[in-house]
């Protein structure tokens, strides 16, 4: 890479990584709409949801209290005391929520925290893919091996033991699994988390498990953390997020589970960057896991209506495959068209004003698919870019 205007060269592991095509397909959008263009954007994955009104009432009072001050890197006992009840009650985890809960600045913080602290120059991390954005770049900037393990769609993105088995090597140190999966919506079942947890025992591998979309899934599925399983508190960080379920992407607001041991090299780094969560965003958390949640329930049915009645419409259109995700918010088509998921991308933009995101983007798994957001957007724009894509889809 040739040096940049200052006349510096970044360092290889800064040039190996790519930015992230959910960042790029929403910057395309805003672009597009500050332009006048009428855009659908069903790229980007966070909700089109204002944050309820009871949990930025919740910050706005923890501002007016004067909590804007410097905060315990390891977060607010408020959070973390409020977190452990959340998954003692939903999840059917009982942790000790002053060592085994660290409050971080957003999701993707804390999951590059549990990646950096344990992966280095030439440790391998098993990836399945197709996978969210960032696991394999995150390797990449800890300077370890992304290790693509592809799960197959003619399968249903089944994984088994002996599949995963097959990428082990004695550089192998960790597995990255993201339930349910961003972008393929699959919730993985007990069985399938057993395979994981025999694989992660036998060879004392970390897991570091991504439950974004816990509180969405269809069909009776049924979401399952894997540190539940036997042999695998010990050896688990699990990452948890308000974005999605609270619709707070912009208060940037996640944090990471595993036993203390575990997270104390993530809480070195954390003290070396980010220092701390605002305390006032904490303060909204709280709220968040504490008041009504009956919001849940209408946001994961709209959802269910839309991955429904939008795969039925693509179905209609000759070349696609489109099946029901389990769960996550997301449909992942296949379409059969000789050209690239890059350039089916560039073309809705250009043709229907549509942006969704390029299924190369979530790994060379990923490439003949495009992923649509069904929250991104309200419900009735979401089936007019639905349309919209077909209509260039039986054009091609």
Not at 48 to 66: D, F, S
Not at 130 to 157: K, N, R
Not at 257 to 268: D, H, I
Request: glycine share 8%; with cysteine; hydrophobic share 35%.
């Amino acid at each position: 890479m040739a040096p940049n205007q200052s006349g510096r060269t970044p360092s290889n592991r800064v040039q190996r990584v790519q930015p992230p095509a959910t960042l790029a397909a929403g910057e395309k959008a805003r672009q597009l709409a500050r332009q006048g263009h009428d855009v659908i954007d069903l790229g980007q994955s966070s909700p089109h949801h204002v944050t309820p009104g009871h949990i930025t009432e919740a910050g706005i009072r923890a501002l007016n209290q004067g909590l804007t001050n410097i905060s315990s890197s390891r977060g607010l006992p408020e959070l973390r005391h409020a977190m452990a009840s959340k998954l003692a009650d939903h999840n059917d985890r009982h942790i000790n929520p002053d060592g085994d809960i660290l409050v971080t600045p957003g999701s993707k913080m804390g999951l590059y925290e549990a990646i950096n602290a344990y992966i280095e120059r030439g440790d391998e991390a098993l990836v399945l893919e197709p996978t969210w954005v960032s696991f394999s770049q995150q390797v990449e900037m800890a300077e370890g091996v992304p290790v693509a393990v592809p799960l197959s769609e003619e399968e249903e993105y089944y994984i088994s033991y002996e599949h995963l088995k097959e990428y082990v090597t004695p550089q192998t140190k960790m597995l990255v699994i993201n339930n349910p999966n961003n972008p393929t919506g699959r919730v993985y079942s007990l069985e399938e988390l057993e395979a994981v947890a025999r694989l992660a025992r036998e060879h004392d591998l970390l897991v570091v498990c991504d439950e974004t979309y816990e509180y969405f899934a269809y069909d009776g599925n049924r979401h399952i953390s894997v540190a539940n399983l036997e042999g695998m508190a010990e050896r688990t960080l699990t990452s948890y997020t308000f974005t999605k379920a609270y619709s707070m992407a912009g208060w940037r607001l996640g944090c990471i589970v595993a036993q203390s041991e575990l997270l104390e090299p993530l809480l070195k780094i954390q003290e070396q960057t980010a220092s701390f969560v605002s305390p006032f965003v904490q303060m909204a958390g709280v709220a968040a896991l504490q008041g009504p949640q009956d919001h849940l329930a209408r946001w994961r049915e709209d959802c269910n209506e839309l991955r429904i009645r939008c795969s039925d419409r693509l179905y209609q259109v000759p070349g696609i495959h489109c099946p029901l995700p389990d769960g996550a918010t997301f449909l992942f088509p296949r379409y059969s068209a000789d050209i690239s998921s890059v350039e089916l991308a560039e073309l809705l933009v250009e043709r229907e004003g549509v942006v969704v995101t390029p299924g190369i983007g979530f790994g060379e798994s990923g490439e003949g698919h495009f992923r649509i957001a069904l929250m991104r957007s309200p419900a009735e724009r979401v089936l007019e870019g639905v349309e919209r894509i077909a209509r260039v889809l039986e054009a091609l």
